[in-house]
């Protein structure tokens, strides 16, 4: 049987669902019946506090929930670990140090995907909310690889931010358009692929819906999740 997933979610409740949705098309390739699919145990917790805000410093900080959280799934027989959160990894620590079970970190698993994948792009846009720029955590990955990061300029941010705050409250047209205008910008300023570092992107944005190619975040770890839980290659 395959190893069981074990899920911290809720941030946001609809990118937890993508993710599961993602891990059970991924599965399917492995699985010859459904009895054979990966086992999911999921934690979609959307009280947590606000990780933007813990971030700047203004408001309390996520990590003991995500702690609890971790416990609670170990408990309950989960064999790995998984996020689907980028935001969310500022606070990885808190995981990390609550469990002996492996966690895959979002961040460098889409990283790792952007080398592999797309050798020759040298700049990558990057489309993340407040608090994962200002924790540096795609910048500082993409660093260490040599690799440039396109980053939206602070007014075109408040305009992205806007976007994933519409897609949370559901109104997937005004942020899909929202999101579309900040990926353009990224592209005008020379990126030559676009990571999904919000895990809303993938919401209302299309492997087509770009000039250049969007990695999805949410994809890349529901696909190296379920090669661990298989014990194969991504």
């Known amino acids: 049987?395959?190893?069981?997933?074990?899920?911290?979610?809720?941030?946001?409740?609809?990118?937890?669902?993508?993710?599961?949705?993602?891990?059970?098309?991924?599965?399917q390739a492995h699985a010859a019946r459904e009895q054979d699919l990966v086992r999911l145990i999921v934690d979609s917790n959307p009280a947590l506090p606000d990780r933007n805000a813990a971030i700047a410093g203004t408001g309390p900080s996520p990590a003991p929930g995500l702690a609890a959280m971790?416990?609670?799934?170990?408990?309950?027989?989960?064999?790995?670990?998984?996020?689907?959160?980028?935001?969310?990894?500022?606070?990885a620590d808190a995981v990390i140090g609550a469990t002996r079970l492996p966690?895959?970190?979002?961040?460098?698993?889409?990283?790792?995907?952007?080398?592999?994948d797309y050798p020759a792009a040298r700049r990558i846009g990057v489309l993340a909310v407040n608090g994962a720029v200002q924790a540096r955590l795609y910048e500082d990955a993409l660093a260490a690889r040599d690799l440039a990061p396109v980053t939206p300029s602070d007014a075109e941010r408040a305009g992205?931010?806007?976007?994933v705050?519409?897609?949370?409250?559901?109104?997937?047209?005004?942020?899909?358009?929202?999101?579309?205008?900040?990926?353009?910008?990224?592209?005008?300023?020379?990126?030559?692929?676009?990571?999904a570092g919000c895990t809303e992107v993938p919401l209302v944005i299309g492997p087509d819906d770009l000039a250049v190619s969007v990695i999805d975040s949410t994809d890349m770890l529901a696909r190296?999740?379920?090669?661990?839980?298989?014990?194969?290659?991504?």
């Open 1 to 27: 049987m395959p190893k069981v997933i074990g899920v911290l979610g809720g941030m946001g409740p609809a990118a937890t669902i993508d993710f599961m949705d993602k891990v059970l098309r991924h599965a």
């Open 70 to 91: 971790t416990r609670g799934l170990e408990t309950a027989g989960a064999d790995l670990l998984v996020m689907p959160c980028n935001a969310a990894h500022a606070f």
């Open 103 to 116: 966690f895959l970190h979002l961040i460098e698993e889409t990283v790792a995907a952007v080398v592999s």
């Open 160 to 163: 992205f931010m806007e976007g």
């Open 165 to 195: 705050w519409q897609i949370k409250a559901g109104n997937l047209d005004a942020g899909r358009l929202l999101l579309c205008t900040a990926a353009e910008q990224l592209i005008a300023r020379g990126a030559d692929v676009i990571i």
């Open 224 to 234: 190296r999740a379920v090669a661990h839980a298989y014990d194969a290659a991504a």
